[in-house]
């Protein structure tokens, strides 16, 4: 039997897989639309045959209108630019350092003993307690609120690498050592591929905790955003406005993480998980 005959079925295999996975994800995109899409039509239900007033928890038609509306005048995409380039300034900052000092306190003992305790005591504040003294520091404007939405990203980024150093298989570094790797080469060869799932976990959970820390930074005098979308209806008293921001909040921040899992996922081609699609 030839080569060319032992490799077609593989082929065609490869090729039926390939194939299956589009309709996979596609099916999985709809499947999570599913649950918000009947919780909206039931609540739309009920406010149309009168069983609730829909005063302070408007319609979904009337979120959708007021979307609209926001869009239409433009409102809408400066808020959401705002909101978004404060999001992702304050997450390359804080994923930087918290990267940084991760791999430092997981890779030496010494750092770990010096600077954890303080970090961690750090880590137990409230986003809301460090407000007012970055605003004495860096004022109103865009620094301090780039600098509370990094402190937010910093800390799970900073767990997550420092932790996944530190349970990297000890016999994986050892045979390491025993070819003689550089230091660098040990990182390169054996540590970063062995910390990068969890590291992109980690990076994840930072970009969640920096879409929540921008509503606590836009409360520092903020003139546009989604946080100030939010106070504004707050004020005004129009909780259709407050929810149509919350649903924006939900939507983008689901997107921005869809995006970097995407951006992770050429890079964890190499894992046989559970759970991983066919």
């Known amino acids: 039997m030839s080569a060319t005959e032992i490799s077609l079925p593989e082929a065609m295999d490869e090729q039926r897989s390939a194939a299956r996975i589009p309709k996979s994800r596609l099916k999985s995109v709809w499947l999570g639309v599913l649950l918000p899409l009947l919780l909206a039509l039931l609540w739309e239900a009920s406010v149309r045959t009168g069983l609730t007033s829909?005063?302070?928890?408007?319609?979904?038609?009337?979120?959708?209108?007021?979307?609209?509306?926001?869009?239409?005048?433009?409102?809408?995409?400066?808020?959401?630019?705002?909101?978004?380039?404060?999001?992702?300034?304050?997450?390359?900052?804080?994923?930087?350092?918290?990267?940084?000092?991760?791999?430092?306190?997981?890779?030496?003992?010494?750092?770990?003993?010096?600077?954890?305790?303080?970090?961690?005591?750090?880590?137990?504040?409230?986003?809301?307690?460090?407000?007012?003294?970055?605003?004495?520091?860096?004022?109103?404007?865009?620094?301090?609120?780039?600098?509370?939405?990094?402190?937010?990203v910093f800390f799970p980024v900073y767990l997550g690498v420092s932790g996944a150093v530190l349970s990297v298989d000890r016999k994986i570094v050892e045979v390491g050592r025993i070819f003689r790797l550089s230091g660098f080469e040990l990182v390169r060869r054996i540590l970063l591929p062995a910390v990068l799932p969890s590291y992109i976990i980690a990076l994840r959970s930072g970009l969640g905790l920096g879409w929540m820390f921008v509503v606590a930074a836009e409360f520092m005098g903020a003139s546009e955003g989604l946080g100030y979308l939010l106070v504004d209806g707050q004020q005004l008293g129009k909780p259709d406005q407050i929810l149509a921001a919350i649903i924006t909040f939900a939507i983008i921040g689901k997107l921005s993480d869809s995006l970097l899992a995407a951006i992770a996922a050429p890079f964890l081609r190499w894992e046989d998980r559970f759970g991983r699609e066919a």
């Open 54 to 152: 829909g005063r302070l928890m408007p319609p979904p038609s009337r979120i959708i209108t007021t979307l609209w509306n926001l869009w239409q005048s433009g409102e809408l995409t400066t808020h959401i630019a705002a909101t978004t380039l404060r999001v992702f300034s304050g997450f390359a900052l804080g994923a930087i350092i918290g990267t940084l000092f991760g791999a430092l306190t997981g890779y030496s003992l010494l750092a770990r003993r010096l600077l954890d305790p303080s970090l961690q005591a750090l880590r137990a504040i409230p986003s809301i307690a460090w407000v007012p003294l970055f605003i004495l520091w860096l004022g109103i404007f865009e620094e301090s609120k780039v600098a509370l939405i990094a402190v937010g």
